[in-house]
């Protein structure tokens, strides 16, 4: 179980380190695309002048 969940996770954060390395030398939607392609529901929530982005990742049991 341990197992299944480390590499879950090292997918999870091996993609969001690509995307977010992508975003910095092609263009500034390839890390919020790639957010989006991982999680179930997306929120963004205006904070001041600034956004609060919240995903939410559901995967299966």
């Known amino acids: ?3 299944e969940d480390n ?4 997918f999870e ?3 969001a380190i690509i995307t977010s390395a992508a975003c910095a030398k ?4 390839v890390d919020p695309a790639g957010a989006m392609l991982i999680g179930s529901t997306v929120r963004a929530y205006h904070w001041g002048e600034e956004l609060f982005v919240e995903v939410d990742i559901v995967m299966e049991p």
């Open 13 to 15: 954060y091996g993609f």
């Open 26 to 29: 092609l263009k500034w939607w």
């Open 1 to 3: 179980m341990l197992w």
């Open 7 to 10: 590499r879950n996770d090292c």
